[in-house]
């Protein structure tokens, strides 16, 4: 696979994942986002869990084909601290968010039941982490704009 496809689909199914998952929250019927021309889609629980769940499967399937990969293959190569402690915090974080998500998943199906508290923790610990990779990417995204004036 052309890995510039590669990286761009993978770019893609994190945007419509994030996109999807805070429209699953009524953040952008209550902020009016949604009564934009074209955005009303945006209002529709079911079209966004549905596509957040789809999309979730693809990302999942990119990212492990990516770790895999990465791990045949840099396995071999000279890595820096800085690069080695990227990864990790940035697959560490990625794993915490599809295994709460993959958790999450099971109370949808019949016969898994979880406690109101439960499940209240687990959409609390998938939004902190998600909330935690997006400041740690920013970090970096600053980090490097910032080594580029230097």
């Known amino acids: 696979m052309n890995h510039k496809i ?3 689909a993978l770019k893609a199914a994190f ?3 994030l996109l999807s998952g805070f429209a699953q929250m009524p953040i952008f019927k209550r902020y009016y986002i949604a009564d934009i021309p074209g955005f009303g889609w945006l209002a529709d ?3 966004t869990h ?3 769940y789809g ?3 693809v990302f999942c399937l990119l990212f ?3 770790v895999t990969l990465e791990m045949l293959v840099k396995r071999y190569t000279c890595l820096t601290k800085k690069q080695v402690t990227d990864t990790l915090i940035n697959h560490g974080l990625t794993i915490g968010i599809v295994s709460t998500g993959m958790i999450l998943v099971l109370k949808n199906f019949p016969g898994y039941h979880m406690a109101p508290e439960v499940i209240v923790g687990l959409d609390i610990m998938h ?3 998600v909330m935690t990779l997006l400041g740690y990417k920013a970090l ?3 980090r490097l704009k910032y080594a580029r004036q230097s």
């Open 45 to 47: 629980f079911e079209l």
């Open 6 to 8: 590669f990286k761009i």
């Open 64 to 66: 492990f084909y990516h």
């Open 50 to 52: 549905a596509l957040h």
């Open 127 to 129: 939004l902190g982490l």
């Open 55 to 57: 999309f979730a499967i």
């Open 15 to 17: 945007f419509m994942l």
């Open 140 to 142: 970096g995204f600053v």
